[in-house]
């Protein structure tokens, strides 16, 4: 890879050890020592409001050599950039309208790229995940990660429960959040929408979150190795804008999904399903229960709307 070759990592992706915890959620967790102490120091974020600042690190700043495609002909402004700090293989950034210089929240448009870029992948093994202001967030400048995680992953197949139209709730796992399956819309500009609605309105009510795109298991049951859905998880959580380190680990998306990079040998050694369990709850549960009761009316006011709108066509 050129970019290797040029240098421009700050490290080379060296995973030094892995391990799936024992007990029932299987959580991934990978050493990535380099990933601790080489990576670039995190913007200070203090705010979901917080403007873009040109005087501080953004994407307008990469070099030729970080930058892996343009998604259009016409223009730069949606690119693929490397991730000069990887957690996995081929651990790279999106960039949706770079030169617009707009802050990490989510747009409609940067979450089309996002789905299509994904869509794109045959793999199953493609992930996708975003993590907003206050949500460890490291880079205040729209921005998605894309990696590959070879890896069987719990979130793929895990039973969901009912909870308004299509949007069903990951209940029983430490990290409860809303998700939403390709397979309940079976078309790409509703699930696009429907998520973007719940995300908008984390995002108007200033509430951190992280977004976590992975292939899911079908419900072929004749194939048990069909992953053909797709699915979208929205974690609202608790700011972590002022939290005190004291986790082995970020609870940022990938995290929240179950896949831990750490960053000590101590702490990996340590590091148990009891003690993942209780930080994921800790980040989530209280969220969760204030905002599940609003956005469950939010996208009941939308179902109702719909249907009022195809009545009068």
Not at 242 to 252: E, P, Q, R, S, V
Not at 287 to 303: D, G, R
Request: glycine fraction near 2%; proline fraction near 2%; charge should be neutral.
């Amino acid at each position: 890879m050129e970019a290797q070759k040029n240098g421009v990592f700050r490290y080379i992706l060296n995973i030094q050890d892995w391990k799936i915890l024992e007990g029932k959620y299987h959580f991934l967790v990978q050493l990535n020592i380099d990933r601790g102490y080489k990576r670039r120091s995190p913007e200070n974020i203090i705010s979901m409001n917080q403007p873009f600042n040109e005087k501080d690190f953004n994407f307008t700043k990469l070099v030729s050599e970080e930058q892996i495609m343009n998604l259009n002909n016409t223009d730069k402004d949606d690119i693929i950039a490397i991730n000069a700090s990887p957690i996995e293989y081929c651990h790279s950034l999106l960039l949706p309208q770079r030169c617009k210089q707009l802050p990490q929240l989510v747009t409609k448009h940067s979450l089309v790229k996002a789905v299509e870029l994904f869509s794109l992948s045959l793999s199953s093994y493609i992930r996708v995940a975003f993590n907003s202001l206050c949500a460890f967030a490291s880079v205040n400048h729209l921005h998605w990660h894309l990696y590959y995680l070879k890896w069987r992953m719990l979130l793929e197949y895990i039973d969901l429960e009912e909870y308004a139209g299509p949007i069903q709730i990951l209940g029983n796992y430490p990290a409860k959040g809303f998700c939403i399956k390709y397979s309940n819309v079976q078309n790409m500009d509703d699930f696009v929408n429907w998520a973007f609605l719940i995300i908008n309105y984390l995002q108007n009510n200033q509430i951190a979150h992280n977004i976590y795109i992975t292939r899911g298991k079908s419900n072929i049951k004749e194939n048990k190795e069909e992953y053909r859905d797709v699915r979208i998880y929205i974690w609202a959580r608790k700011s972590s804008q002022g939290a005190k380190d004291i986790h082995a680990f970020n609870l940022a998306a990938c995290e929240l999904f179950g896949h831990l990079s750490i960053k000590s040998k101590e702490a990996y050694e340590n590091v148990t399903e009891e003690y993942v369990t209780r930080a994921l709850r800790e980040a989530t549960e209280e969220t969760f229960s204030s905002v599940a009761a609003k956005i469950k009316a939010l996208v009941e006011s939308q179902i109702n709307a719909v249907a009022v709108q195809k009545q009068t066509v």
